[in-house]
Each structure stands twice: as structure tokens, then as C-alpha cells.
């Protein structure tokens, strides 16, 4: 298992950047694909974004491309979620969340191990 910190929330307002950052411990982080995810009050968990183990694939949900980058570093446990243009609809608990597998998934499902979330708040 994988216990995951995520950091890096807050306020901002609509068009503003945040970068959130999740550190990993345990043994097992660099080859486990990566994933973030958020959920707003009264919705459900919805992907973000995901990297597998080396950082060579990517994926993101169709809302966030071009303005959300996920980034890795296996030798400071940690990977990275870069959020630019940030709009009001995007405030939610964003969370960090591992799978036992080198492979990238979009599917909620496949994830073992999950963060505390950290809130982003978008003001208009």
C-alpha cells in the first residue's frame, strides 16, 4: 500500500493557476500509475488525470486538456497536478490516489490507495 498526502489547495480566483502536489510513501511508488481526481458537493468522484509509472503517458479528462499537466518525480515520491484557467464549475476536493499497476487508468475503480483530498475553491 501507499500512503498519499495531498497539498497544494486553496483559493483561487476564475483564470488563476494552483498546483497541487501529492507525496507518496512507501516502497512501491515508482511503479505504481498516479492518479487525481475530484468531487464536488453533491457529485460524484470524477477523474482528473493520470501518469503511469515512468511519466511517458498521460491521460486527462476532456474538461481539463490543455490547461491541467500531471508530472511525477519517482525519486521524491511525488507527483504533480498543474491547474491553469481555473474555473468557478472546477471547485471540488481534489484527491490523489494510487493503483497497484505501472499502467495509467482513467477508471475510479482500479485505485487502491487514496489521499485526504485537498479543497480548491474557484471564486468568480
Known amino acids: 500500500q501507499v500512503q498519499l498526502v495531498e497539498s497544494g489547495g486553496g483559493m483561487v480566483q476564475a483564470g488563476g493557476s494552483l498546483r497541487l502536489a501529492c507525496a507518496a510513501s512507501?516502497?512501491?511508488?515508482?511503479?505504481?500509475?498516479m492518479g487525481w481526481f475530484r468531487q464536488a458537493p453533491g457529485k460524484e468522484r470524477e477523474f482528473v488525470s493520470t501518469?503511469?509509472?515512468?511519466?511517458?503517458?498521460?491521460l486527462y479528462a476532456d474538461s481539463v486538456k490543455g490547461r491541467f499537466t500531471i508530472s511525477r518525480d519517482n525519486a521524491k515520491n511525488t507527483v504533480w497536478l498543474q491547474m491553469n484557467s481555473l474555473k468557478p464549475e472546477e471547485q471540488a476536493v481534489y484527491y490523489c490516489?494510487?493503483?497497484?499497476?505501472?499502467?495509467?487508468?482513467?477508471?475510479?475503480?482500479?485505485?487502491?490507495?487514496w489521499g485526504q483530498g485537498t479543497q480548491v475553491t474557484v471564486s468568480s
Open positions: 501518469i503511469d509509472w515512468s511519466g511517458t503517458i498521460t
Open positions: 490516489a494510487a493503483r497497484l499497476s505501472i499502467r495509467a487508468s482513467t477508471n475510479i475503480d482500479d485505485y487502491n490507495s
Open positions: 512507501g516502497r512501491t511508488f515508482s511503479r505504481a500509475a
